[in-house]
């Protein structure tokens, strides 16, 4: 559990006319956050929100459920170190899965591959939500090539880059989270027609530019 922001002192009753110390938490479980009492915080039972202390479906130890937290703190956690990714992008969690994990894992559970070696679950759509319809259990081979380009890519193609220093265009393959260098050329045309004739000689057609992506 971590301590996003002091509230001050809250709540005060007769014999507390201060009132009681509250502080802005992260769920450590979900990674939504919750107030609570300071003096409370490091009680094992606030170390989560209201609605993952009163999850007992027998979950909380799987693989499943910790891919379901995960998948909630990206998209709705700002603090979350990929945030940027999902939910500043607009990208959410379809509405009754927000609160139940068992709804989500038995629908990721009866999908092709499920919990299959060297699977894991992958958005059909890049920029489409957690939500029926648009998840599947894909190899990072194949998550690879449905990234959404990085920002700092300005020349509307993965895996082409302009390189200052060399005043070039630079194309690159990432397989299995290995970067591939191919070579620099002198206009982004070249540059794709390069990276496309590697993808097509070594059977990766799926990396082949059809359109701007």
């Keep these: 559990m971590k301590l996003i922001k002091d509230l001050g002192m809250k709540c005060p009753t007769k014999s507390r006319p201060k009132g009681y110390r509250f502080g802005l938490y992260e769920c450590s479980y979900c990674g939504t956050n919750f107030e609570a009492r300071t003096a409370n915080a490091k009680n094992s039972k606030l170390g989560r929100c209201q609605s993952c202390a009163k999850i007992k479906h027998g979950f909380r130890h799987s693989s499943l459920y910790n891919r379901w937290c995960e998948m909630k703190a990206r998209c709705y956690t700002k603090s979350h170190k990929k945030y940027h990714r999902y939910g500043a992008r607009g990208i959410s969690v379809q509405s009754d899965w927000i609160n139940d994990c068992s709804k989500y894992i038995s629908y990721v559970s009866s999908l092709d591959n499920a919990?299959?070696?060297?699977?894991?679950?992958?958005?059909?759509?890049?920029?489409?939500?957690?939500?029926?319809?648009?998840?599947?259990?894909?190899?990072?081979?194949?998550?690879?090539?449905?990234?959404?380009?990085?920002?700092?890519?300005?020349?509307?193609?993965?895996?082409?880059?302009?390189?200052?220093?060399?005043?070039?265009?630079?194309?690159?393959?990432?397989?299995?989270?290995?970067?591939?260098?191919?070579?620099?050329?002198?206009?982004?045309?070249?540059?794709?027609k390069a990276r496309d004739s590697y993808a097509r000689e070594n059977m990766l057609e799926e990396y082949i530019h059809d359109r701007r992506e």
């Excluded at 939500?131 to 959404?148: D, K």
């Excluded at 509307?156 to 393959?173: D, H, N, P, T």
């Excluded at 260098?181 to 002198?186: E, L, V």
């Design 115 to 192: 919990m299959r070696e060297g699977y894991t679950i992958d958005r059909i759509n890049n920029n489409g939500n957690y939500e029926i319809g648009n998840l599947r259990w894909a190899t990072y081979h194949t998550q690879a090539t449905n990234r959404a380009i990085p920002s700092n890519n300005k020349t509307g193609y993965m895996g082409i880059s302009f390189r200052g220093k060399e005043c070039k265009f630079r194309a690159v393959l990432t397989v299995n989270k290995k970067q591939i260098h191919i070579g620099y050329y002198s206009s982004i045309d070249d540059a794709i």
